[in-house]
């Protein structure tokens, strides 16, 4: 289909900083935000952006922040309350009915808060209270494990340990985090194939690589760091391929607000060589297409394979058995095209692959990365330069809290180093994920929920399921900086604990403190916020821990918490003597301004897998699977509607069924809804289904239509249809059969129970649904 530029002006540039400056006066706080501008990503005494979790520059820059990063500062940094008088005008019925965008700009938390339900509104508590019933509710559970304890990736290292160690020390293993939701199947399948489930490169990669292959990403929204060094590598002789459903207008040209001549004279770089616009699901396809024919023509590396890999055979076995026929359905791309990919491949000496949601969130997630991990072994580009797995995060320490620890399925290496260190029994059997946590939730099997930042209900599939049960618990925690929708479904009781934001100053009795993050690259590197908190109520994540330990596991406890909570030195002893990598800990991360790099075993060629090789997988899902899908879904509508709805000869012919997936736009970070333009989809709503104008045109639609969409129960399901809408018809440039929706908005069309079988990532990114245009009168026509 034809291309359709929305967007023809380079990112980044005038317009960005534009909308930086309008969205700092948005939120009030021009001048207090304005200053953490300029100690963002700072070597000395600034604090670690939480806008994304790309990598710093080793170069030291005056302003070292993107768009995107300024709206999540401008977020944090202003000083208008939700606080007891807010409260006192609004119930908690009446916010059940604002906007995501209505409660972010509210404002900060700056009290502790309890849900009286006599009123229907949150009135102010004191702390030691708020303690004291978290301790009495904690204490009458049969079980630990009726206790459910959430982590969003924007709590630093500090606190991250020892939430994981409180939560252990009362004894269960129910720790899901953000990463069940985003880059899972990275963590499971890097893990099981390499050894390490983290990115195998580092920044520096970038600028040697000679092809990078991006996998499923938006940069230009989500971390729009990542377009200089995109920029930097192209100018270094580097091609550079994005594989999207959707052609991102953000990724063809790049203004460097860095480089005044690029200001000044309205220069730009490139970016992008090619957009491949695979079908919707149809990475593994691809993958598979360029993996076979590189097997097939000998274009592999041998000595690599030989020497260091395990399983080749089965691949090559599985490979040789799929057709091209079946590579071409799945992917929506010609066997021409991918073996020219493969060629690029094959001819390149450095190869990066590099990959975002839009590659994991599926039902064959697992296979998608997999997939990725075998053509860099069959090319052997793991452990040189310029080459490597590069999974790229959101949120800028959820690769560090993992290794802190947080995680429902511990390594026992993990748990004996606890118990040693602490001399504590730690907890063996695996805790609830974010789906089976969201399922036990549901069904009544939990009784408390604790969220450490994040916004649990809206983020996860089934919302509306999450927050109704929200409700039947007998306590719910939250700690966080600002209100947001899953706060407002009260449980039995129901308590907010507001913290110091990554922007502010933590003080103690031991004086100014320092935390640290891990980036997308394994770089860690220390952050210090530099504001007085917008109130005095405000606790640091650490103190909070520390605070509900000592009330839950008693005074006589071996465990110093509050002396960890004063001194995060003490903290960084413990990680030392507990989490791998970390030996020496405080001397290494005051020793460089940009912190240390973690030593990563693949990338200097060892392999800590079971077989002691690299690990080739074979895919466990068909390469048609979303192909299959569709055909069944088809099967299946025709049988409801030929009964319900008539239909003449030329509709019959129409296509019924759509492949759906979720975005982001421009002006959110992951559930944060900023404001409403979405500048490089030209549009300022979010209530939008976007298509392609040739399959609008093809339909005999029109731009600004109304359109509900349906999703239909699978094949068995006890599920009821989910229904969207309605949603205002919208171009965009993306694959045939493909519709698009903004996330979280359409997240009631996903279930918990469809998700990837090992991960168990649910398939935000991949769904079937039927479409059908509102007639004037506000009934549907036209079922497609």
Known sequence: MRKIPIYTYPAAGWPALISSTRKLMDYQTFLRGGLSVFKSNQPQGGFDCPGCAWPDHKSHKAIDVCENGIKVIASETMTRKADAKFFTKHTITELQGWSGYELEHIGRLSEPLYYDATQDRYIPIPWDSAYRLIAEQLGQLDSPDEALFYTSGRVTNEPAFMYQLFVRCFGTNNLPDCSNMCHEPTSVMLGRQLGVGKATVTLEDFGQAKLILMFGQNPATNHPRMLEMLAHAHEQGCRILS???????????????????????GQSADVVDEVIQVQIGGDAALLTGIAKWLVENHKINTNFITTHTSGFEPLKQWLTEQSWSDIELGSGISQAEIISLAKLVADSSATICTWGMGITQHVQGDDNVGMIANLLLLMGMIGIDG?????????????????????????????????????HPMPQVHGYDVVTGAKALITGKLKVFMGMGGNYAVAAPDTSAIQQALTTTQLNIFVGTKLNETMLYPGANNLILPCLGR????ITAKGEQFATIEDSMCQVVPTQGNLKPVSEHLKSEAQIVADIATHVCGSDSSIPWQRMSEDFDVIRDYIAQAIDGFEDFNQRIRASE??????????????????????????????????AQMAEATSSF???????????SAQDNEQKIW???????????????????????HTNRRDVLFMHPDEISRLGWQTGDSVMVTRQPNKNSTDQPRVLGPLVLTEMDIASNAVAAYYPECNDLFNL????????????????????????????TDPT
């Open 243 to 265: 594989i999207n459903p959707m052609r991102e207008q953000g990724l063809s040209k790049f203004r460097n607000p860095q480089k005044p001549t690029h200001m000044a004279a």
């Open 387 to 423: 080459a490597g797995a590069s999974p790229v995060r959101g949120h800028s320490n959820v690769q560090g809290d993992r290794t802190m620890g947080i995680h429902e399925r511990p390594a026992q290496k993990l748990l004996d180093s606890l118990e040693r260190v602490f001399e």
């Open 503 to 506: 922007t502010e100053r933590i």
């Open 594 to 627: 940009r912190g240390f790099h973690l030593y990563h075993p693949a990338r200097h060629r060892v392999w800590n897998t079971s077989s002691g090789k690299a690990q080739f997988a074979v895919p466990q899902y068909p390469i048609t699977y979303v192909a």
């Open 638 to 648: 025709r049988t409801v509607t030929d009964t319900t709805i008539p239909m003449n």
């Open 659 to 681: 492949q759906l997936t979720s975005v982001r736009s421009h002006d959110q970070f992951n559930t944060m809804i900023f404001g409403f333009k979405d500048r490089y989809r």
């Open 753 to 780: 129970d469809t998700h990837a079988p090992d991960s168990h990532i649910p398939a935000y990114k991949s769904t079937t649904v039927v479409l059908q245009r509102m007639s004037a009168e506000g009934g549907t």
